[in-house]
């Protein structure tokens, strides 16, 4: 445990980064395993995959020590991360140790963890086009296949009112608020 809490960070300040062949997951995790997963969320995952096989993990995971066996790490936060950085087939992922960890830890942060909403979303995609950036661009960096995710959030930067009450009334769908506002 102390010499891998003490790992040196990388000469540009990167994390250190622990090899996936000594990390297993967390058999209670709260999260279900992918294909219990509703369509949605399955998508997601997908698009994280893409997107770390792209540009790679930019945060690390959080590990402690297995309680049984040696050299052994059990992820604590970071699952999706992992997976998607198995799926790219990387070798190692940044990481650092956290052993004061419990289950309610885990519960908490995926529970108090707020997305991001489609206008604070659809006001990032303006800034970037207003930078210079093209839609198809913008849809790449954000790991987003075609223009249509681009497209129905910059469609909501000046909505009426009419689709802000939608919104406030639980529609979600960017697709939705984009028709509405068509």
Known sequence: LKQAAKAPPHADGRPPEMPLSKIVRDPE????????????????????NENVRQRGIKSPIS????????????IN??????????AAGF???PYFVDPNFD?????????????LSIW??????????DEGQSKTEIAQRLGKEGLNY????LALVDAPHCVHGAYANAVRSPRTLYDLRR
Do not use: M
């Open 29 to 48: 995790n709260p999260r279900p395993p992918l294909h219990l997963r509703t369509p949605d969320e399955q998508q997601q995952q997908i698009e994280l």
């Open 77 to 86: 936060h970071g699952h999706c991360r992992y997976d998607a950085a198995e």
């Open 63 to 74: 590990l402690r020590p297995h309680p049984s066996e040696p050299d052994t790490w059990v």
């Open 103 to 115: 289950s309610y830890d885990q519960v908490a942060e995926n529970l108090h963890r707020s997305d």
């Open 150 to 153: 681009v497209t129905e959030h």
């Open 120 to 129: 604070a979303i659809a006001g990032f995609i303006k800034r970037k086009l």
């Open 91 to 93: 070798a190692t992922i």
